[in-house]
């Protein structure tokens, strides 16, 4: 039996496919389900996270989740005097370009690009269970649960909390830093208090 297609947005919110979001507004736009303020905003956002469409086969990349993936790249590297300098100038270009903290954005603006964010982390912490990230001893074993939370929360604070402020740019990271918080959540909803005890116990000390 075939399923139903979830309702607009909820079915928006459901894929993660970059083109067949793409596919979903301009389905949304044309029946008349969002008006035109809103649909110029979510197009804005969508080019902004994944670039601008230049062809119908084109991959676009999930420029959200490619800024955290950079700043735990470059984690190791941030206290170095060498390097420091580049990578606060790389990651700030980036910010400019994502415009996730963009001062000028209206209330909406800033509800929709906080939604899109949540939508960057729950993709990502999908992934955590698969590939690399969850293997150890040369990729030949998967962690404990309880040792792959602790290794997720681990990133968050260090890419969501701990590089930001030694960049000085814990305010541009707000946003993304809720997201990570709310989509963990809402992803292991049972670990909400070891996230609560690692990341709110750390910034007391």
């Given amino acids: ?31 008349g389900k969002i008006d035109q303020e809103e ?17 119908p086969k084109a991959q ?9 993936v950079t700043m735990n790249v470059h984690a190791r590297d941030i206290n170095s005097r060498f390097r420091r300098r580049g990578i606060i100038k790389e990651i700030q270009t980036m910010l400019d370009q994502l415009g996730i903290d963009d001062p000028q954005a209206s209330a909406q603006e800033k509800e929709l690009t906080q939604q899109e964010l ?24 998967r962690m404990k649960k309880d040792r792959l939370i602790d290794k997720i929360i681990a990133d968050v604070y260090m890419v969501a909390y701990e590089m930001p402020a030694k960049m000085e740019l814990s305010e541009r ?4 830093r809720k997201a990570a918080y709310d989509a963990f959540c809402e992803t292991y ?17």
């Fill in 60 to 68: 676009p990349r999930d420029g959200y989740i490619a800024l955290w």
């Fill in 118 to 141: 949540f939508h960057a982390m729950e993709i990502y912490y999908s992934t955590c269970s698969e590939g690399t990230y969850n293997s150890q001893i040369f990729g030949l074993m």
């Fill in 189 to 205: 909803p049972d670990e909400a208090e070891r996230m609560n005890q690692a990341i709110f116990g750390a910034e007391e000390r």
């Fill in 39 to 55: 649909a110029a905003l979510r197009e804005k956002l969508w080019k902004r996270r994944y670039g601008e469409k230049t062809s």
């Fill in 173 to 176: 990271f707000a946003p993304l």
């Fill in 1 to 31: 039996m075939r399923r139903e297609a979830a309702p607009w947005p909820e079915s928006y919110y459901l894929e993660t496919a970059p083109q067949k979001r793409w596919e979903l507004l301009q389905e949304a736009i044309s029946s």
